[in-house]
């Protein structure tokens, strides 16, 4: 028997689509320019899976602070544009205007 026809689950031989954990997986491969598109047992995709899942972490984490650092330079222009309100309004009380 081939080592890569071996089941680990099954502890014998591969049966293939009538297994429950056979899949077909198409789209980009996350290390390699390639598209992927053909069927394998789960449990050998989910290395390949793992480094998508964690490439797609990255770009969300990087999303999120972006749009973060954006919400505080509003913040801070709105606070701004507040505190130089309050403070004229604060002149001409003080003129009695």
Known sequence: ???????????????ESRCKWWVHIRGKHPQKEGEIDF????IKWLPVL?????????QTGAAVESFRN?????????TGGL?????????????GS
């Open 70 to 78: 954006e919400s505080v330079k509003q913040y801070k222009a709105l």
């Open 39 to 42: 069927p394998d047992c789960a």
């Open 50 to 58: 793992l480094i998508e899942n964690a490439q797609m972490e990255r």
């Open 1 to 15: 028997m081939a080592k890569d026809t071996f089941c680990p689950l099954l502890k014998k031989a591969c049966i």
């Open 83 to 95: 505190r130089a309100v309050a403070n004229e309004a604060k002149k001409r009380r003080m003129l």
